[in-house]
């Protein structure tokens, strides 16, 4: 199985709380940047969705944080789509410091929301198989 998609990013102090640790907040920051991330990957763009009258929405997200990290701390963020049937799909991904340490597991339920009629499309899966460039990035 090949390795998931990942972003390097470097921890930036005023990121960091009064205990001089991330913020918990920002650990959804890292999430979403690599997402976005993936998804220029594969060839999709911001504009792209727009123009197909479409985007992608979270409907639910757990964080469970393992150990802490510090300003300057390098990290990779993984990312990888898992798809059943229906209109969601899951998102897992694993902010990793270089070392190997596991400093946090996001786990996200998505959809890719029609932005015209409000609801989620039928078949996620084929839209962003038609949508991107490199739908491997996907897991698809």
Known sequence: MAEPFSVRVTVRGYETDALGHLNQSVYLQYAEHARWSLLQAAGVSQSALLAQGVGPVVL??????????????????????????????????????ADGTVSAEVASVGGLMDLKGRRLVADPQERFRALGEAPELFGL
Do not use: N
Request: contains cysteine; hydrophobic residues 30%; aromatic residues 10%.
């Open 60 to 97: 639910e997200t757990t964080i469970r944080y393992a150990r802490e990290l510090r300003a300057g701390d390098e990290v990779e963020v993984s990312c990888a789509f898992e798809w059943g049937e229906g209109k969601t799909f899951r998102v897992t991904q694993t902010i990793r410091r």
